[in-house]
């Protein structure tokens, strides 16, 4: 099976602008979670999506959207860039079984804002 | 959801066993357990989790004590690839919960 795929790898940005970023999940993983990687703060959990809907939610700025469609692909958006959104943003596919719900993570993008 | 302690490094010889520890003492009943590991500037990678039992898998094995409150995650013969931050992380089964990251710890393996 094809991993988690994430678009684009890295990008570059200014102050005030806003970006989207995409990924795909496992095939056949419904649930989509998105993270903020940065030196600083380490990993942290921005949101949920499963079936199309915001499923958990994070500590972050309303400035930081997300959604998901229905072939479970996911984007997330960040307006009004600022330098501090600088970081690697890494998407996660889960599949909730008996055992569990494991999480698998994409590569990343790494986002610049200059 | 529970949080973890890890002592932040550890090191050990190349083709050695590296055991990483792992303090959950608030651990609830219905929360796994899982390991993940992050090489640098790469996503992190899923190693293994389990719920009350010893597991075992072709990357690792995991060892939960009786009690549940610590866990040892074991690389049966460690590689200068297996360098990296390991995250022990508790995760309930609950459709709200999510993975909490720490600062892991970080394995050096020395030739």
């Known amino acids: 099976k094809a991993g988690v795929t994430q678009t684009p790898r890295y990008l570059i940005k200014t102050r005030g602008q806003q970006v989207t970023l995409s990924c795909s999940p496992i095939?056949?993983?419904?649930?989509v979670s998105w993270y903020q990687q940065t030196p600083g703060q380490g990993l942290q959990f921005l949101f949920e999506y499963f079936s199309e809907t915001q499923r958990n939610k994070g500590n972050f700025p309303g400035r930081f959207s997300g959604r998901q469609f229905s072939n479970s692909r996911s984007e997330m958006n960040v307006s009004t860039l600022e330098l501090g959104d600088s970081a690697l943003y890494l998407c996660a596919s889960s599949l909730r079984t008996s055992g569990g719900e494991t999480q698998y993570f994409g590569p990343g993008t790494r986002l610049l804002v200059l | 959801d529970a949080k973890t302690t890890q002592p932040p490094s550890m090191d050990c010889a190349e083709g050695r066993a590296a055991n990483l520890p792992c303090n959950h003492s608030t651990i609830s009943g219905n929360e796994y357990v899982y390991w993940y590991r992050q090489i640098h500037s790469q996503g992190p990678q899923y190693i293994i989790h389990g719920l009350k039992n010893n597991e075992t898998n072709e990357m690792a094995s995991l060892i939960i004590t009786e009690d549940r409150k610590s866990s040892t995650l074991i690389l049966p013969h460690a590689t200068l690839r297996d360098t990296a931050v390991y995250y022990c992380?508790?995760?309930?089964?609950?459709?709200?919960?999510?993975?909490?990251f720490g600062k892991g710890i970080t394995l050096s393996v020395r030739p």
């Open positions: 992380i508790v995760r309930s089964t609950g459709a709200n919960s999510k993975l909490t």
């Open positions: 095939s056949g993983h419904r649930s």
